[in-house]
């Protein structure tokens, strides 16, 4: 549904196919090693090296007008600026909450992210106090309007960082700048950009993926300060919905594996989570009647599986009318049977 910037990114920059070992780099013309990073061989170049000045002719040749920069799809931009218009909003650390961090989709302008203590403040980039030369220079390069800037003030170190986004709020570039305060013995405040001393803390990019409640998949990214060094992160349901994915693969490949066993290749099936079934059913055998017992795991005889009421073997789909929860045991009694 909202395809980020990196993904548009990898596109723009990935050759023909992946490189498979001892094709030309595009920036080197060294061949190529098999074992290099697949990211490397999907945009052939050979080393981290080429890479990065592959990034920098084609943000060169996007900054010249030769070929179009970054344009989110009108509908991404109409979900995003949704989502954008809400309020400003306190994200903090509960640590007794099944999952500690509280996020949204993205930081807004306003809002206040508190980890473990310490706080971030997504600022505008005009009540950004102070910016080095190069920095400014580059904002004025970009043409941004400022609305499109966001900077994130840690008052615990006194530092900020800049942040270009969509005014729809996604991250189209992190980190341009790191600014310190430093408050002179006469009081007075100046700025550089070296690290302040004696101010042990992290700031980096906190990255959580959940799902909303349509069932989407979506990833916080926020640049925080943190005590705790930021994490990836996957929230309980992102992670059910993962597993729910792996069930309904594994249960979709066992049926199509059974197919091409009796020579049917590439057999239709359903997307069915066998855990929605036996929630349909009760977890009650639907041959015998009896309910079964979780704790039993195959290949336990009383464990929970799968049944085509009609048997694959004589045509029986795999669609949830045509399944039904059963004992591994009464499965296998009932064999090849309708
Ligand atoms: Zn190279
Ligand atoms: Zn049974």
Redesign the pocket.
Known sequence: MVEPYWDWFDQMLAADSRALGGEPCRICQQPISPTAHPKQRDRHVCSPRCNDSLKRRFKRRIERGEIPGYQPHAGTLAIMSERASRAPQIFRTVREAEFPYEHSWFPIVGDVIERHGVTSHYVPLDQIPWLPDHLAWVLADTKLPAARVLGVLCPDARMWTVHFIETTGETIRLAMAEVWAYDTPTGQRTYGSEPLTGVDLYQGIEMIKDVDDAGQEYQWDATVFSPARPEKLWTPARMDLSQKRSRTTRAKNAYQARKRALGIHAAAADEVDPQDIYDRDDWI?Q??Q?PVERRYLWPHPMSITLDHVLPVTRGGSHSTTNLQT??WI?NLRKGNAP
Do not use: D, M, N, V
Request: include cysteine; charge should be neutral; glycine fraction near 0%.
């Open positions: 055998c041959l015998c009896h059963a004992h009464c």
